[in-house]
């Protein structure tokens, strides 16, 4: 909306011209959405506390837990509305990916929404039952990734990049759709069970969208990629202010978030922000890279994996309790080192991705 306004107001100054570069307004959506954010949140606390929208903790966990039964939940409409606003504010609104994107963002968020307000306020503890939120989520997945799929402009935009090998991609045509749906709700699932102390999935959120908002920006100029000898995406780089977006609007809730929570997001924030970060990668042809500056994410999917496939097949549990990280509480780790530690490690696989960018 606002790039429009300022198109208008450079006919007559010629200044307004600089919100034309993709950095400021990827600056910009990233500033505004963290003031959003520090905004409205408090109020938004103080209305889930009234409405006594707070979570509910399972007494077989760790004991540390039971004392944030009534913790404000569903802070992840929060994250939503400070993207969407900024997005919708600083984005070219001409612009495939930026709707592809914060429309399968922002459904994702109405699933998680769904069953957290079953769970919470109409007290059902299995909330939206587990065949129901996996339908509306393959429904949305292939949506979006028909979506992509249809309207590729180029080869490149259906390929499979292999990161670190010089020139190795491998066509997949219509099964870029299944491969496509299955990264973003993977993705999506991932960043859900990760989310389970305070800040744990918010920061490796915002460290791989800030990385994935340089892999965009790379693809997206043409220069740049040919430099890096990556695939150029026409338009994509407009991503850049989306993934600004998630970063600002991450870094204002874990200011509400990080321990001792005041609000934790539920499923509305985690299954959304899963999704965004899979439709990212997969914009930029960088699914594998997601997978490995995702890591945590990934190693919290796989330990509650082996975990059920390990008690159905011999009765025994691998991990004290599953996903990973409350198998480290059980240990003895208290929550803060925990938390820092899994981001100490998001850091390390972070820069491991962005290497890929010069390594080939």
């Given at each position: ?17 600089v919100?034309?570069y993709?950095?400021?307004r ?35 966990g ?8 009534g913790?404000p939940?569903?802070g ?8 969407g ?35 919470l306020?109409?007290?059902?503890p ?6 129901w ?9 292939l ?18 990049l292999?990161p ?7 066509q997949?045509?219509?099964?870029f759709?299944?491969f496509?749906?299955?990264?973003i709700?993977?993705?999506?699932n ?6 389970g102390l ?17 892999f ?6 043409a220069?740049?990629a040919?430099y ?6 026409k ?12 970063v ?11 321990y ?6 539920g ?5 959304a ?9 997969v914009?930029?042809?960088?699914e594998l ?19 059920v496939?390990s ?6 549990r ?11 509480e ?6 803060p ?9 998001t ?14």
């Amino acid at each position: 909306m606002l790039l429009l306004l300022t198109e208008w107001l450079a006919r007559f100054e010629g200044g307004f011209t600089v919100f034309r570069y993709l950095t400021l307004r990827g600056i910009l959506g990233t500033l505004t959405a963290l003031a959003i954010s520090l905004l409205v949140g408090r109020p938004m606390i103080r209305r889930l506390r009234a409405y006594k929208i707070g979570q509910t903790v399972r007494d077989d966990g760790p004991q540390s837990h039971l004392k944030k039964s009534g913790t404000p939940t569903m802070g992840g409409a929060l994250i939503l509305v400070a993207v969407g606003i900024s997005t919708l504010l600083w984005a070219d609104l001409d612009n495939r990916y930026v709707w592809i994107v914060l429309l399968t963002t922002l459904a994702f968020g109405a699933v998680g929404m769904v069953d957290d307000y079953k769970k919470l306020v109409l007290k059902n503890p299995r909330g939206l039952a587990a065949r129901w939120k996996y339908l509306w989520q393959t429904l949305l997945g292939l949506m979006a990734a028909t979506l992509l799929y249809v309207t590729a402009q180029s080869p490149t935009e259906t390929a499979l990049l292999v990161p670190y090998l010089k020139d190795v991609s491998f066509q997949l045509g219509p099964w870029f759709i299944l491969f496509t749906y299955l990264v973003i709700v993977g993705a999506s699932n991932a960043v859900n069970l990760t989310d389970g102390l305070d800040g744990l999935a918010i920061m490796p959120t915002v460290l791989v969208a800030g990385a994935l908002a340089v892999f965009v920006y790379a693809a997206g100029h043409a220069e740049i990629a040919n430099y890096l000898r990556i695939p150029h995406i026409k338009e994509v780089g407009e991503l850049v202010i989306f993934c600004g977006a998630l970063v600002g609007a991450g870094l204002g809730f874990l200011w509400f978030n990080a321990y001792p929570a005041q609000v934790f997001m539920g499923d509305v924030g985690a299954l959304a922000l899963g999704a965004a970060l899979g439709l990212v990668a997969v914009a930029v042809r960088q699914e594998l890279v997601l997978f490995i500056m995702g890591g945590v994410f990934v190693m919290e999917t796989i330990s509650v994996m082996l975990q059920v496939l390990s008690f159905k097949l011999t009765g025994k549990r691998i991990f004290r309790m599953a996903p990973l990280h409350h198998h480290f509480e059980l240990k003895g780790w208290p929550e803060p080192r925990v938390i820092v530690r899994f981001w100490i490690v998001t850091v390390v696989l972070v820069l491991i991705g962005l290497a890929s960018l010069k390594i080939r």
